[in-house]
């Protein structure tokens, strides 16, 4: 069975910091992509971030650039997600999400966790 589980997130003030985790199960981790996506109460989900786990190649859409980092642990079958220099706008619960390719891209996912909610106050 596939598993993906989030954890991390919580309350922060603006210009603060977190990291998400996503600990993977059920498929083969090293031939895959993670990816962040996230949702915003009244908003479209949005792909955050991915990294594919064979050659850690990475994605970041445009407004998190500079400010998050994806990096992955093969070993813990986990991808992290640093959120550096928080906005409010980044106020969302956010969704860990795997697919069975190495291409990092934020389209296609086949697996997707249950989230985790990211607020960040002003």
């Known amino acids: 069975e596939v598993q993906l589980v989030e954890s991390g997130g919580g309350l922060v003030q603006a210009g603060g910091s977190l990291r998400l985790s996503c600990a993977a199960s059920?498929?083969?981790?090293?031939?895959?992509?993670i990816g962040w996506f996230r949702q915003a109460p009244g908003k479209e989900r949005e792909g955050v971030s991915c990294i594919s786990t064979s050659d850690s190649t990475t994605y970041y859409t445009d407004s998190v650039k500079g400010r998050f980092t994806i990096s992955r642990d093969n070993a813990k079958n986990t991808v992290y997600l640093q959120m550096n220099s928080l906005k409010p706008e980044d106020t969302a619960v956010y969704y860990c999400a795997a697919k069975r390719s190495p291409i990092a891209s934020i389209d296609q996912y086949d697996y997707w966790g249950q989230g985790t909610q990211v607020t960040v106050s002003s």
């Open positions: 059920g498929f083969t981790f090293e031939d895959s992509t």
